[in-house]
């Protein structure tokens, strides 16, 4: 009868442990600094500029305000500094506008393992 119960008793803990980790607090991802990381890469960004080439899958962009804006925030970097920016196109991409050098563009880019990929592009001449 005793070796019944401590089995008994045993179970009835062994429940009771499981319930309280399964009913405890999730990991979310503000508790994960890494993920808020991971979200804000990949967050949509634009820039504007001339475009200086273009090749089938790419084009490359004289960015010309040296700003650039992500999520409502807006980047500058010191002027006389000019930049160059290389985007991807993919099948995703949305062009407005043919690809032209010398013509200007406003372009809707995400990072992508470090390459900058074109989500919109709007060309004017």
Known sequence: MKHARRIVLTVV???VLVAAVWAGPQDSPQARPDAN??????QPQS?????ASVEKNSFTLNV????????????SQ???????MTFLIDKNTTVEGTL???SN?????????????????????
Request: hydrophobic residues 30%; charged residues 15%; aromatic residues 4%.
């Open 78 to 84: 010191p002027p006389g500094t000019p930049k160059t």
């Open 100 to 102: 032209k050098v010398d």
């Open 105 to 125: 563009a406003e372009v809707t880019y995400r990072q992508d393992n470090g390459a900058n990929v074109a989500i919109s592009v709007h060309v004017t001449p």
């Open 47 to 51: 820039v504007s500029g001339k475009i």
């Open 37 to 42: 990381k991971d979200q804000n890469s990949a």
């Open 13 to 15: 803990s062994s429940l």
């Open 64 to 75: 010309a305000s040296s700003t650039t804006s992500a999520a409502g925030h807006q980047f």
